[in-house]
């Protein structure tokens, strides 16, 4: 009787979820993968209520089941990464780059790409679940949705009336030079950008937002201002990698954490240019102007720096070589952000952030980091400090 029970329970839910899938590809709502944790919870209170609610006993047993799941999942950090700027990364070989010739090139590799969903591949890589939310339209839309869910990450998609960019490199095997093409960004409409506005303050219980990535010239520089105030009205961490003016929107809201590079962080500061000496000096400035909590500072091939109100450390990154440089520092942000879900002190996490960015560099393409490759790293760069 349980037997028979299970196979028609499992049946009628599958089937939900199928004819739940099919409806949302055919509508101008976003495109949910079920396997988002907050979708699939909608779609199993959806089941209860047209399959169990007439055996009164049995729903409330699922109700109980379910709310116990509840109570788990709500121990676990939720994440949500934002990415308005995506692409899909077409990577090739040819053996030398030559002008006005035709070039012999190897079969493409295509990866999914973008600040946001370089951020969630690589701490899925790190046995981390996110929910990225990400503009994406046409068949390279398509085909974006699918490169991650091969990754097995789901998604949350606001469908575009353009097809997604699609992004090349060459690579030049001769000498092993990378040649990087980054196209335009397609064209977005207000109703777009602002349907991920409204999704994210439709969410409920997250507490980390990674936006990550530029901006498509529609949309307005405040946007990550905007995003702030959700994250504030929410009670989350806002982690910002982003430059210029739409960085300066969102720390004048005020936000948990940027990742700035030594340029950006001058600029902010007020100045041309700083030396290394005076890094603690201009974060901690920032920093009291509430702009930020904290913030990691790029130094490209010399690590990182982790500047707090109180803290500052220079992390050195260890001596590898380097395959791709694509994706590192979104690497670094996940190895981050995994830092703070586990709550660990600030050195640990941006040593571990350094560690996975390095990790990135080992790779060929936007593969980003592996996580043997970041746990080796990682001990390395503990022994050394």
């Not at 739940?20 to 909608?42: A, G, H, K, M």
């Not at 676990?76 to 090739?92: E, S």
């Not at 503009?135 to 949350?156: D, M, N, R, Y």
Request: hydrophobic letters at 40%; glycine letters at 8%; proline letters at 4%.
């Amino acid at each position: 009787m349980f037997i028979a029970f299970y196979r028609v329970f499992m049946g009628l839910f599958i089937t939900t979820l199928t004819d739940y899938r099919l409806l949302l590809t055919q509508n101008t709502e976003p495109i949910i993968d079920f396997r988002t944790p907050i979708v699939f919870e909608s779609l199993f209170h959806s089941f209860l209520n047209h399959f169990i609610n007439p055996f009164k006993n049995i729903s409330l047993i699922f109700n109980k089941l379910f709310t116990f799941a509840d109570t788990i999942y709500s121990l676990m950090a939720k994440i949500i990464t934002l990415t308005l700027n995506p692409a899909i990364d077409k990577t090739t070989y040819t053996t030398k780059v030559v002008p006005e010739k035709k070039l012999s090139c190897s079969h493409p590799i295509y990866q999914p790409g973008g600040g946001g969903i370089n951020v969630s591949r690589a701490l899925s890589h790190l046995g981390t679940h996110t929910t990225p939310i990400y503009l994406a339209g046409g068949f390279t839309g398509s085909h974006l949705q699918q490169l991650l869910a091969k990754e097995g990450i789901g998604s949350v998609v606001v469908p575009i009336e353009c097809n997604t960019r699609t992004n090349l490199t060459v690579v030049e095997e001769s000498t092993g030079l990378q040649f990087r093409f980054g196209m335009v960004s397609p064209a977005i409409k207000e109703s777009e950008w602002k349907f991920c506005l409204q999704l994210l303050e439709q969410q409920v219980d997250f507490d980390y937002i990674i936006a990550s990535g530029s901006l498509p010239p529609e949309v307005p520089m405040d946007f990550f201002g905007q995003v702030a105030q959700i994250a504030k009205a929410k009670n989350a961490r806002l982690i910002i990698d982003t430059s210029g003016e739409a960085l300066q929107h969102a720390i004048n809201v005020g936000v948990f954490m940027i990742k700035p590079n030594l340029t950006e962080l001058s600029a902010l500061y007020g100045k041309e240019e700083l030396t290394i000496d005076k890094i603690k000096e201009a974060g901690q400035s920032i920093i009291a102007r509430g702009a930020c909590e904290a913030m990691a500072i790029s130094m490209g091939p010399d690590g990182a720096i982790i500047v707090t109100k109180d803290e500052y450390y220079h992390i050195p990154s260890p001596s590898v070589i380097v395959k791709s440089t694509v994706g590192a520092g979104d690497s670094m942000v996940a190895g981050i952000v995994y830092g703070l879900t586990n709550n660990w002190n600030w050195k640990d996490t941006v040593s571990y952030g350094v560690a996975c960015g390095t990790a990135a560099t080992l790779n060929e393409g936007t593969q980003l980091c592996k996580k043997e490759d970041v746990e080796r790293l990682f001990a390395e760069i503990k022994k050394e400090s």
